[in-house]
């Protein structure tokens, strides 16, 4: 799939109307490891990728790659257990298929959320990053799944980008936070193709380039979501300290295990976020 046509998008659509009523509000995508807040989403209907035409399939351990409709604090969402990455093969088109599904059904809200390697050395594994702006570094080589023929109904050709992360929903993440006691770090998130980590070298170029925290998904997903008018909230767990002097070797098997510390605090920020919404 090079490129997403409105008959992918109005047929995936269907496939999933056909199962479930649901007009979501909101929708959310859920990062490595930070799968099981999805598990407690009530009168669930959920999807394996085979079963909807073009969806992206997850093959990375700590993603189900399951959508699940349903009802979460009070608000009917649409939630992304696990996404599928550039790196496993898919196209940006597809990877962007998921969040326009999501606009075609009314979602106007879309939490975005990803394990990722602190960059600035003040965060610490475990900690969350509410990300206040990215940098579109394989999207500015061209890379995006904006690329093709712009799908008008959805979107202006050229979309701005000035403000992807919204302040009212930053800030209410914020208050949510604060009153749960849960400390939020704050900062600049990019996405690299992956999905081999990053080297010492690496690591200083994008630490001298304004980078807080890295890792391999969430922007593609943002930059469609805005294209097509909707508020976004992102926010990293951050699972590893990047390897900034080449001692410290980073593991998938690290970001599994820090996604158990960042998935109850997650939950209770988004939760949070939910029930205020
Ligand atoms: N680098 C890139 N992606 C990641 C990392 C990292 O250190 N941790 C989790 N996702």
């Not at 046509?5 to 509000?25: F, H, M, N, S």
């Not at 669930?44 to 351990?61: C, H, L, N, R, Y």
């Not at 550039?86 to 088109?93: D, I, L």
């Not at 098997?253 to 205020?276: D, M, N």
């Amino acid at each position: 799939m090079a490129f997403l046509t409105l008959e992918d998008i109005d047929t995936a659509v269907q496939v999933i109307q056909e199962k479930t009523p649901i007009k979501p509000r909101i929708g959310m995508i859920l990062g490595s490891g930070l799968g099981p807040l999805a598990d407690s989403v009530e009168s669930a209907v959920k999807f394996s990728s085979q079963d909807i035409p073009g969806w992206p399939a997850s093959t990375v351990e700590g993603h189900a790659g399951l959508l699940v409709c349903g009802e979460l604090e009070g608000q009917s969402v649409f939630v992304l257990q696990g996404r599928a990455h550039y790196y496993e093969g898919v196209s940006m088109a597809q990877i962007g298929l998921p969040v326009r599904v999501m606009q075609r059904m009314g979602v106007e809200i879309l939490i975005v959320t990803n394990a990722a390697g602190a960059v600035n050395p003040d965060f610490i594994p475990g900690d969350l990053m509410l990300i206040t702006d990215h940098i579109n570094l394989i999207g500015m080589a061209g890379l995006t799944p904006l690329r093709g023929p712009n799908l008008a109904e959805y979107g202006p050709r050229f979309p701005d980008m000035s403000q992807v992360y919204d302040r009212d929903l930053s800030a209410l993440a914020r208050e949510i936070a604060t009153e749960a006691e849960i400390p939020l770090r704050e900062g600049v998130y990019i996405c690299l193709g992956g999905p081999a980590f990053e080297t010492p070298a690496d690591l200083r170029f994008l630490r001298g380039i304004g980078v807080d925290a890295v890792g391999m998904s969430t922007v593609a997903e943002a930059i469609v979501a805005r294209h097509g008018g909707m508020r976004v909230l992102g926010v990293s767990g951050i699972s590893n300290k990047a390897n900034l002097d080449g001692e410290t070797i980073t593991t998938h098997e690290e970001v599994l295990e820090a996604g158990k510390v960042i998935t109850p605090r997650l939950s209770v920020l988004i939760r949070g976020v939910l029930r205020q919404l």
